[in-house]
């Protein structure tokens, strides 16, 4: 009976993992899978839809294949044009949107005097509402707001914030900055909690300067927190500031604010024209994407030179 009983422990000891070693395996998989369900039912498949009812047709030719007719449309449409060069104006503004939290984030985290007030004065227009800001803004910039009235007080006149094509796009862009750089401020400030203090530490007893430790010291240890702000806030001033325009310019003067965004709801709200809408926001997509990606890329190789 002993024989018989040690014969079957060694036969249970040699026993290959078998479903235990395969379950294992599978666990991640598994953990994974309602995740990736819910980003391929909500989003890659509705995004997959609307590049292909972009080439299709609208009104008469509603539903009917009709090539890259849209997109050729697109590129002789100034307002389009426009809205894409307003883009190219973002992208190069998107490093001072990222600086302004950036720096005010060091120096709540050098606990400058009345660092903690700061800290919730910074983000409380995040929590506000773009309509309240834009009419906030309104208010403030318009030709006898109390803006010009204060220039005019010290001898600099009227300035028409919102009604002049060059200055207007610079303008709501700066509203919009003001408005959401709380948010991209607490993701820095979460990024410094990871900053290693001794480093800091010995840069102040080596004598550095405050320039030369946010240089050497601040923004090499947070190369993947200024990446993740960089993207995130290209974002936002891609897609999140039509209720700004909205309220500020509705695309004015002389459409000089534009950007895909607008310009997609203009299609698909008011002219009743999806397929072209649908053509838009694809070019919107592919901008989003190869800018996103040519960012990552310079900061990850600016990060390898530091």
């Known amino acids: 009976m002993k024989q018989r009983e040690s014969r079957g422990g060694a036969h249970t000891a040699a026993r290959p993992p078998g479903r235990g070693a395969r379950a294992e395996r599978l666990a991640p998989y598994v953990l994974v899978a309602p995740a990736v369900l819910i980003i391929v039912v909500l ?9 292909n009812f972009s080439f299709t047709g609208d009104d008469e030719l509603n539903g009917a294949p009709v090539g890259l007719s849209n997109y050729l449309e697109l590129a002789g449409d100034p307002l389009f044009r426009t809205s894409l060069g307003n883009v190219g104006l973002l992208v190069l503004l998107l490093p001072v949107a990222v600086a302004i939290p950036g720096l005010l984030a060091t120096f709540i985290y050098l606990r400058v005097p009345g660092h903690r007030v700061y800290r919730s004065v910074y983000f409380f227009p995040a929590v506000l509402s773009p309509v ?3 009419a906030i803004f309104n208010l403030m ?3 006898d707001g109390p803006l010009n009235a204060a220039l005019g007080a010290i001898g600099v006149g009227p300035v028409d914030w919102l009604g002049d094509p060059r200055i207007a796009m610079f303008t709501v862009v700066g509203v919009h900055i003001w408005a959401t750089f709380g948010m991209a401020l607490v993701v820095f400030l979460a990024g410094f909690s990871t ?11 080596d004598g550095a300067s405050l320039r030369q430790i946010i240089w050497h010291v601040i923004i090499p240890s947070l190369t993947r927190t200024i990446q993740f702000v960089f993207v995130t806030t290209m974002i936002g001033m891609l897609t999140s500031m039509f209720g700004l325009l909205f309220i500020m310019t509705s695309g004015g003067p002389e ?8 310009y997609i709801w203009h299609q698909q709200g008011q002219m009743n024209r999806p397929a072209l809408a649908s053509a838009a926001s694809t070019v919107l997509f592919v901008v989003m994407l190869v800018a996103g990606l040519l960012q990552i890329t310079l900061l990850r190789r600016a990060g390898r030179q530091d």
């Open 43 to 51: 989003r890659l498949w509705p995004l997959v839809l609307g590049v």
């Open 255 to 262: 459409g000089s604010t534009y950007l895909p965004e607008f």
């Open 132 to 134: 309240i800001v834009g």
């Open 195 to 205: 900053l290693d203090a001794a480093l800091l530490d010995a840069a102040r007893v």
């Open 141 to 143: 910039l318009g030709f």
